[in-house]
């Protein structure tokens, strides 16, 4: 029987965020709680833009980064329950830049060190187990994304053309053999694009927002939010998203990127894995649906079997290099988000089954089915693993469950 939410508890909350505030760790900040029907908790705290001074309120839009993940994941199995995508294809029948792949041998020290492998399924790309990779992780594949600008940001060319150039690269490893975070999930939103015909913000509209009334979220910020984009900052004294330097800066806050110069302004590639902005009652109505049964886009069995682990253990267990927006240890892997399989291990509070994942920077949202709570974090800070604010409103959420 679910456990109910105290309130007195839940203020907490509120000194926890002021906190980060009055350290200058973060510019600004709101988190926004569900459980059941009924909004149990919003606070706001801070500034979305220090210069000009404007604060951090409820209807700020924000860059979700790598929280678009889910609702990539979430639209391919709309055309999954459709029968027109099966998890298991490889991804050569819809791409076939991907057809003639080649993967690095355990060891190698140079790109043409490879062996030849299977393609990647559908499936391994949504779970990070394709053998894909991302520009920031370690290792000679992410060093060549890097140079060729392979990294599906908003102005970096165009979906389709982004795809083409990553399927003339390596794999890191085999398919099937390791976990790591990868752009695999941007790879997906070309292969809804091509089975469907449509955009991917046309999918993302009519299977997604449309349904759940997401009118704030999108790939461009609008004429009419630019006033209400929040601003970027990182702590970093290199590139904000270089999460291999981790070069402490003289600025705790210093900024990268705010309107109206964002590229975010006019995107030409549309990222599946980290190209969405919005607000974050936006956000709450999908991660509600995911929790309360999917309001029609999917149905409750397919978000089950979203929800569930797919992999063969933890995250850990498959010897990850890379970079995750997780704890590794007591966590596995569902389809477009993080499952907790012993919280304990993991070392964050939470119930088994929890079902989360966050973006750059530093975002963060779960679900939490056996309490029936929906928690969403929104700032702005690059890289996420800046600070420790999202296991600690884990804990601060659990702590307030009598």
Same mark, same amino acid.
């Given at each position: 029987?679910?456990?109910?939410?105290?309130?007195?508890?839940?203020?907490?909350?509120?000194?926890?965020?002021?906190g980060?505030?009055?350290?200058?760790?973060?510019?600004?900040l709101? @988190?926004?709680i569900?459980?059941?029907?009924?909004?149990?908790?919003?606070?706001?705290?801070?500034?979305?833009?220090?210069?000009?001074?404007?604060?951090?309120?409820?209807?700020?839009?924000?860059?979700?980064?790598?929280?678009?993940?889910?609702i990539t994941?979430?639209?391919?199995?709309?055309?999954?329950e459709?029968?027109?995508?099966?998890?298991?294809?490889?991804l050569?029948?819809?791409?076939?830049e991907?057809?003639?792949?080649?993967?690095?041998?355990?060891? $190698?020290?140079?790109?043409?060190?490879?062996?030849?492998?299977? @393609?990647?399924?559908?499936?391994?790309?949504?779970?990070?187990r394709?053998?894909l990779?991302?520009?920031?992780?370690?290792g000679?594949?992410?060093?060549?994304?890097?140079?060729?600008?392979?990294?599906?940001?908003?102005?970096a060319?165009?979906?389709?053309?982004?795809?083409?150039q990553?399927?003339?690269?390596?794999?890191?490893?085999?398919?099937?053999?390791?976990?790591?975070?990868?752009?695999?999930?941007?790879?997906?939103?070309?292969?809804?694009?091509v089975v469907?015909?449509?955009?991917?913000?046309?999918v993302?509209?009519?299977?997604?927002?449309?349904?759940?009334?997401?009118?704030?979220?999108?790939? $461009?910020?609008?004429?009419?939010?630019?006033?209400r984009?929040?601003?970027?900052?990182?702590?970093?004294?290199?590139?904000?998203?270089?999460?291999?330097?981790?070069? $402490?800066?003289s600025?705790s806050?210093?900024?990268v990127?705010?309107?109206?110069?964002?590229?975010?302004?006019?995107?030409?590639?549309?990222?599946?894995?980290?190209?969405? @902005?919005?607000?974050?009652?936006?956000?709450a109505?999908?991660?509600?649906?995911?929790?309360?049964?999917?309001?029609?886009?999917?149905?409750r069995?397919?978000?089950?079997?979203m929800?569930?682990?797919?992999?063969?253990?933890?995250?850990?267990?498959?010897?990850?290099?890379?970079?995750?927006?997780?704890?590794?240890?007591?966590?596995?892997f569902?389809?477009?988000g $993080?499952?907790?399989?012993?919280?304990?291990?993991?070392?964050?509070?939470?119930?088994?089954?929890?079902?989360?994942?966050?973006?750059?920077?530093?975002?963060?949202?779960?679900?939490?089915?056996?309490?029936?709570?929906?928690?969403v974090?929104?700032?702005?800070?690059?890289?996420?693993?800046?600070?420790?604010?999202?296991?600690?409103?884990?804990?601060?959420?659990?702590?307030?469950?009598?």
């Amino acid at each position: 029987m679910p456990m109910t939410l105290d309130a007195t508890r839940l203020d907490r909350i509120g000194a926890w965020a002021q906190g980060y505030v009055d350290r200058r760790t973060l510019a600004g900040l709101s @988190v926004l709680i569900t459980q059941g029907e009924q909004e149990v908790f919003f606070d706001a705290r801070g500034l979305r833009d220090l210069g000009r001074g404007t604060g951090f309120t409820r209807d700020t839009v924000v860059r979700i980064y790598s929280m678009t993940k889910p609702i990539t994941s979430l639209a391919l199995m709309t055309l999954v329950e459709e029968g027109r995508v099966h998890l298991d294809a490889p991804l050569s029948r819809y791409l076939p830049e991907f057809g003639n792949p080649h993967a690095l041998i355990p060891g $190698a020290t140079a790109l043409d060190q490879t062996a030849p492998c299977a @393609v990647p399924t559908l499936h391994q790309l949504l779970t990070h187990r394709s053998g894909l990779s991302y520009a920031f992780n370690p290792g000679l594949v992410p060093a060549e994304m890097t140079a060729q600008g392979i990294t599906f940001a908003p102005r970096a060319g165009t979906l389709a053309g982004t795809c083409t150039q990553l399927g003339a690269l390596p794999l890191a490893f085999q398919p099937g053999t390791r976990w790591e975070y990868s752009v695999g999930i941007d790879v997906i939103g070309r292969v809804i694009e091509v089975v469907t015909g449509q955009s991917l913000v046309d999918v993302f509209q009519q299977r997604v927002f449309d349904p759940l009334g997401m009118d704030d979220t999108g790939f $461009a910020v609008k004429p009419d939010q630019v006033d209400r984009f929040a601003a970027l900052y990182t702590p970093l004294a290199g590139d904000a998203m270089d999460l291999n330097a981790g070069v $402490a800066g003289s600025d705790s806050l210093r900024l990268v990127d705010a309107a109206p110069q964002s590229p975010f302004g006019n995107p030409t590639c549309l990222s599946g894995g980290g190209g969405l @902005v919005g607000t974050i009652d936006d956000y709450a109505r999908f991660a509600t649906a995911l929790r309360a049964g999917g309001h029609g886009i999917v149905s409750r069995g397919t978000l089950d079997f979203m929800m569930k682990n797919h992999l063969c253990g933890d995250i850990a267990s498959l010897g990850p290099s890379s970079f995750a927006e997780q704890p590794m240890r007591g966590v596995g892997f569902g389809i477009g988000g $993080a499952v907790v399989l012993d919280a304990a291990i993991s070392g964050v509070p939470g119930s088994v089954g929890d079902f989360s994942w966050g973006g750059m920077a530093s975002t963060f949202f779960w679900i939490d089915r056996v309490h029936d709570i929906t928690t969403v974090l929104f700032t702005q800070l690059s890289p996420s693993s800046s600070t420790t604010a999202r296991a600690e409103l884990k804990a601060l959420v659990h702590g307030a469950l009598i």
